[in-house]
């Protein structure tokens, strides 16, 4: 089959986000993510954009409706009176409409997703064709400007944990990079119960050996069950939270997600200096407590053990999308991306993949053990673009778009023969793919 051309490409990414309307939200994928996903909702947005704005602000708007009372945007929103296939954990699961401070009646997770929302309604509003169309992006901005505030301030108040100004993970799935080797060591401490098997509803639409394991899940589960009967209080160290983690791909889009608030309050007449002044302070706590001079990148910390992660994973690169990091760190980061652990380079043919190509427990079609996601190599893009690295930023492009163009809307894809792999039906690979095209003026016919 030869491989599609841009305008075909971009013909495919439009039907695969149009496909994947249900209940008025743009969901993941129809088949396997059936719901509404925090970070999801985020990058769709971004795409949306580009063709069809109103719904990119209806699909943001849609998704802050369900936000908490303390500022918390759910990691899952999910779509009320859906009796099509069921999906596990659920909202009967999480229970979330019984506790007090949650939308009493829109079912949520009790879980959140990195922030970057204030980046895709920048993004939106950027992207007004004209000044009708801008009046009325401002106009979003002002709605969303002030939940933005609340989850930003949730995240770096409740928790942080620690004390030291980052936001603390309470799931691995919080950090959107599920079964990340970057969380083994700290999900060594947590009991694997019996196999799930039977309450899994991803296997019958997914092959086992591209997902989670089973003791995976059987973690996964445990530890929303113990914050699930704390109410979803965030109130330190202990028994009931059996995993407490500093991200750094987490908390660099926090810190982006400053930044970005810093350039909505200046569109709308608020005062942008306080949020640039916790982009600074959120970068340089990443510095101080999550970059490790040895490999030359970032890693997460086990809030219990105080120990980095040994695991090189494409977390340790998102940094780069920070531009106050400083040179040194950028400097690392740039000779660490280009090693043939990640292949970064001006003639590179594929994307850079989720963890370390040369590691000895390299999983090539598991989830987040190795496999390429086109989330990751576009927050990549745009941080070697904003770097003054304009010819490395093409190259990443380029081999991105060629990784869908050649594979389809993958959910991931082969980090060696670029195979797609999981649902070919995924909505952030579609989004994303049609900003990587606009990037350069490519015909959206």
Partial sequence: MNPLTNEQLWRLAVRTLDDNLRHGRTVPSRSLYPHQWSWDAGFIAVGLAHYAPERAWSDLRALFS??????RVPHIVFSRGDNERPYFPGAGFWRTTEVPGAPPQQP??????PPVHALAAWEIYRRAADTTDRQ??????????????????YLSTRRNISGDGLACLVHPWESGQDNSPAWDDALS????????????????VAVASHRPT???????I?????????????????????FLVECPGFNALMAAAEY?????AEAIGRDPVPHREQAAQLTQALVDRLYDPVTGMFHARDLYTGRLSPKRCIGGLLPLILPELPAEQVKHLLVEASSPRFGLGTEMTMPLPSYDRCAPDLEPERYWRGPVWVNMNWLLWRGLGQHGYPTLADALRRATIDLVRGGGCYEYFHPHTGAGIG???????????????????????
């Avoid at 530890?223 to 059996?242: F, L, M, N, T, W």
């Avoid at 970005?260 to 909505?264: K, N, Q, S, T, V």
């Avoid at 649902?423 to 016919?445: I, Q, Y």
């Fill in 260 to 264: 970005a608030l810093a350039e909505i």
């Fill in 136 to 153: 009325a992006a401002a106009d979003q901005l002002r709605w969303f400007y002030p939940r933005l505030v609340a989850q930003q301030r």
């Fill in 214 to 220: 089973d003791a995976d899940y059987a973690r996964y």
């Fill in 66 to 71: 369900a936000q908490w009372a303390d500022g």
């Fill in 189 to 204: 401490a947590v009991p694997v119960y019996p196999p799930l098997t039977r309450y899994r509803k991803d296997l019958a």
């Fill in 222 to 242: 445990l530890i929303a069950q113990r914050y699930r009967s704390h109410a979803y209080v965030d109130d330190g160290p202990g028994e009931r939270y059996p």
């Fill in 423 to 445: 649902t070919p039906e995924f909505s952030w690979t579609a989004a994303l793919t049609l900003d990587l095209l606009a990037a350069h003026g490519t015909a959206t016919a």
């Fill in 108 to 113: 949520t997770s009790g879980i959140v997703q």
